[in-house]
């Protein structure tokens, strides 16, 4: 330590005579300095020694600081670095990303809804050829379309007329039966009702069927049992 202090100081002094035309060549000065520097150092060995001391701490504290500026400046210009690449383009891009996400998440959504209202709801087409049967009497039962109504019963039809200017079809049928007047109103588009009533007396019941269009434009059949009325095809 003490070889290294005296160094510095004959480090210092050699560069304050460094004006001579030869710095290499010794001069009286120099030399008188030296011997100067040796007899402070043998005559107060310990103040040599703290001045040492002081002036080594100077320059690490020195170091030390410009160690923790020099990372700082490091910090500071990566931090600089990193802004300076967010061009305006990149800017402009990084937005345009955003937006297209953001629709595209909402297209799939819409789309989820539309499959979702699409396996909720259910059309169904109406049907012409639906069949409905309804038993009006034990001893009378019915069964008819849009386009044909059929009358099953164990008795015989004995008359059938027409009222036109009401658009009836009127069935008679032999039997000795006790019953009430029944009717029941059909869901079909060319009959709308079916009423049965009783004669007792005269031994027989009357089926009246009411039609949506005069009866010139239906046909009646009996077959077995049977009786069927056509809605016939309107030209």
């Known amino acids: 330590m003490k070889k290294i202090s005296l160094f510095i100081a004959l480090l210092i002094l050699s560069s304050s005579l460094s004006a001579r035309e030869n710095p290499f060549e010794t001069t009286q000065a120099y030399n008188e300095e030296v ?3 040796m007899e402070i150092k043998e005559s107060y060995p310990d103040e040599f020694e703290n001045q040492e001391k002081i002036y080594i701490e100077e320059i690490q504290e020195k170091m030390k600081a410009n160690s923790i500026n020099k990372d700082t400046k490091n910090v500071e210009k990566k931090a600089k670095i990193k802004a300076s690449e967010l061009t305006e383009d990149k800017i402009k891009k990084l937005i ?3 937006q297209e996400k953001t629709v595209n998440e909402t297209k799939k959504f819409v789309q989820e809804l539309k499959k979702q209202e699409k396996e909720e709801i259910i059309y169904v087409k109406p049907r012409t050829d639906v069949s409905f049967e309804k038993e009006l009497l034990p001893f009378l039962k019915f069964e008819y379309t849009n386009v044909k109504l059929q009358i099953n019963t164990k008795y015989n039809v004995f008359k059938k007329f027409t009222l036109p200017n009401q658009n009836k079809i009127i069935l008679d049928f032999h039997a000795k039966e006790n019953f009430y007047t029944k009717r029941e109103d059909l869901n079909s588009t060319n009959f709308t009702r079916i009423t049965v009533g009783n004669h007792k007396k005269d031994k027989f019941f009357r089926v009246v069927v009411e039609l949506t269009d005069t ?3 239906y046909e009646v059949t009996y077959t077995n049992g ?3 009325i056509f809605r016939l095809e309107q030209m």
């Open 215 to 217: 009866p010139d434009n």
């Open 96 to 98: 345009t990303q955003a």
């Open 226 to 228: 049977q009786v069927t």
């Open 35 to 37: 011997a100067r520097l």
